[in-house]
């Protein structure tokens, strides 16, 4: 190996478990080179001193360039958000990469995969991920496999299904696949495997199991969920509801995408829980228990709405927004772009002027309207408007907003402090795109229970002419 073949390819960046692994890549002293579809969904979150790359796992043409002087790979994707059979898609990705990884002499792939007995019937999600293993190690190259069951963090796929069950249902019907045992493993504790998986010393490829010491069922989690958050809540076990009636459900109950929901249910009939303890043997990492991954998941929640979501996967949403918004969790979120022909600084002016005496550039009159409802309600409505008509800083008052995350010329988050049934965030960035750059503007509504979601729904018609003609306000005030 050269001294320049010293590069870690990272796949999946713009994923859940990618999107936080890449800064702690960043960290060691190596250069990173990330490996994305859509790269300008990428570029504003990686450091400077990160390649971006355009490829396709699907396009094997594409693949080649990106992997020279790759020494290891980590392989972060899956299909499961796609419409379609996502074992097949999967299948020909995992051909494709391994493919090209051998051709360009890539020494180790780090694959994160699921739990699982082969022996037992798996589901095709397990059975899938248990495939993709198989077609990496025969690259013929040094393959780390890590096999993990559930994933407790803020903004993961489980944890999000775990929290919009507890939240909105105080009684809950449990089918069978509620209490089968798995060993949930905190996002950091992954995050950590992942990493020491670049120094460990083996030259063989090894399957190792990892998870935290709880061997929990999702109803025991739903339990520790609701204990920490003072939540009384009656659980209800049913033997009549198959993972195949139970995934109909979720979709109708849960705000998850309903399509992933079904495949993340059925794999739910498995056990997934650690059968060899090698991981411990061969790694420096101890992972915490569910109380505490909980506990760090609901301090996380909140802060810039969990750092990745693995809903962040250009492949779990399409960019489809449903009416009233996209539901993440119990969250909703309604996102809007516009592109304007000029750069990031002239496009975030308007924005970092926003409300006080400049207003909220559309129906001034209605903001001012919903301001005297809120004072009529015992709120603040929006006579503090703010300390300076062009500067921000992270504290600021904006009429009845707070300021929570400012990045100059890219990002600026509101948390609204107004009387509403609910919490309420609004978010504004700013990425350069080859015509100027895109402004996206983001709403999220976080409904306490059936009030917040009237709320919501009720005055959504009102919401989004606002929202539309806020943008195109702000854009208009961009470009001249």
Known sequence: MTASQQIVLL??????????LLPLLEQQEKQIRCLARRPEHLESRAAESTEVVQADLLDPETLN???QDVDTAYYLVHSMGTEGSFEEQDRKAAQNFAAACSQAGVRRI?????LGDDNERLSAHLRSRHEVGEILRG???QVIEFRASIVIGSGSLSFELVRALVQRLPVMICPKWVSVEAQPIAIEDLLDYLLEGLAWSGTESRIFEIGGPSRVSYGDIMREYA?????LRWFISVPVLTPRLSSLWLGLVTP???RIGRKLVDSLRNPTVVKSEDALQEFSVRPRGLAEAIERALENEDQDFAETRWSDALSSSRGVITWAGVRLGSRIVDSRTEKVPVGPEQAFRPIRRIGGDQG???ANFLWTIRAWIDLVCGGIGKRRGRRDPNQLRVGDVVDWWRVEGYEPNRRLRLSAEMKVPGRAWLVFTVEPDEEGSVIRQTAIFDPAGVLGLAYWYGIYPLHALVFRGMLRGIANAARS
């Open 110 to 114: 780090i694959y994160l995969g699921g």
């Open 360 to 362: 909220w550039y559309y």
């Open 227 to 231: 204990k920490q958050r003072r939540l």
């Open 65 to 67: 360039a990106p992997l």
């Open 11 to 20: 796949t999946g960046a713009t994923g859940y478990v990618g999107g936080r």
């Open 256 to 258: 998850v995408y309903a």
């Open 139 to 141: 690259s013929g190259c």
